[in-house]
């Protein structure tokens, strides 16, 4: 791509890696990112959040940051893979346990691959959900708006970025969840 491109990256982790607890992984994958030319423009506190089933492992640390980047979205998507593998990760299990888990949840306004295609997993029933991997690019990330532990350190970084497909701004998608799947997202 010619010009930099505006971006939010999700992390999270909930598994140990070489030792470090996950703040310290998330902290060392956003400076490989930077390393690895990615600019940095914001960085959100990080959260806490209870693993998902409950008790099915320890809770996970998330936090987002926005970039800039000359990356195509699928060039971006490949460098966060190469950096999650540094840093551990296993691709054994969808929605498993992790070390680090790097999430490109908007790449700008862009929708993709299509409005079609981003509409049809946006309607997917939640236990195919569970089952189905998409085998491309889809964005903004489908699940984004039902997601607190993405909104809220997303709000940090890009509270005003605006929805492609429903319009709404983070802050408007976040006001929208029920209290209860806000709760026991926590602040470190």
């Not at 703040?23 to 959260?47: H, M, P, W, Y």
Request: charged content about 20%.
């Amino acid at each position: 791509m010619d010009s930099e491109q505006f971006a939010v990256i999700a992390l999270g982790g909930n598994l140990s890696f070489d030792q470090n607890p996950p703040e310290v992984t998330l902290r060392n994958a956003v400076q490989e990112l930077s390393d690895r030319g990615v600019v940095i423009r914001g960085k959100s506190r990080f959260f806490t959040t209870p693993c998902f089933p409950a008790g099915a492992g320890p809770d996970y640390i998330n936090a987002a940051i926005s970039i800039n980047t000359n990356l195509s979205p699928v060039a971006l998507l490949a460098l966060l893979h190469a950096v999650e593998a540094k840093f551990g990760r296993a691709r054994a299990q969808r929605w498993g346990m992790r070390t680090l888990d790097l999430d490109l949840v908007c790449y700008g306004g862009e929708v993709l691959p299509d409005r079609a295609g981003y509409q049809a997993w946006l309607q997917l029933e939640p236990a195919r959900q569970a089952e189905l991997a998409p085998d491309r690019l889809i964005l903004p990330h489908p699940r984004l708006q039902e997601r607190g532990f993405v909104l809220v350190p997303m709000a940090d970084v890009a509270p005003d970025w605006r929805h492609p497909v429903s319009g709404l701004t983070v802050r408007e998608m976040l006001a929208a969840l029920p209290p209860e799947d806000l709760a026991e997202i926590r602040p470190v």
